[in-house]
Nanobody
Framework: VQLQASGGGLVQAGGSLRLACTSS????????MAWFRQAPGNEREFVAN????????YYLDSVKGRFTISRDSAKRTVFLQMNSLKPEDTADYYC??????????????????WGQGTLVTVSS
């Protein structure tokens, strides 16, 4: 399974970006999908995940109400809509996938598939 992330860029504080991650794997709908981020000098941090049917979602507290994770199984793509961006959201963002687990999985070690990072830079 390969994951391809896109959508990062430079945005001013208060702006929005939409990240996308497309999977080459089948069946995509059975994977728990997540977004993580990593700022320079920091550990990789859980941002959000979404279960296979797209109903159950979990978020990092600091992004609740601003970020929305969603998925389109027909396109094998998971999205992260990021609104009201803050400078502290600046990081490389990674999508990840896991088989055989579900729920509030926030440890990067629980995910077996990873995309390359896409850089999000929020200027103040």
């Amino acid at each position: 399974v390969q994951l391809q992330a896109s959508g990062g860029g430079l945005v001013q504080a208060g702006g929005s970006l939409r990240l996308a991650c497309t999977s080459s794997g089948r069946p995509f709908s059975s994977y728990l999908m997540a977004w993580f981020r990593q700022a320079p000098g920091n550990e990789r941090e859980f941002v959000a995940n979404i279960n296979g049917n797209g109903i159950i979602k979990y978020y990092l507290d600091s992004v609740k109400g601003r970020f929305t994770i969603s998925r389109d199984s027909a396109k094998r793509t998971v999205f992260l809509q990021m609104n009201s961006l803050k400078p502290e959201d600046t990081a490389d963002y990674y999508c990840a996938g896991a088989r055989g687990i579900d729920g509030d999985a926030r440890d990067p070690r629980q995910y077996e598939f990873w995309g390359q990072g896409t850089l999000v830079t929020v200027s103040s």
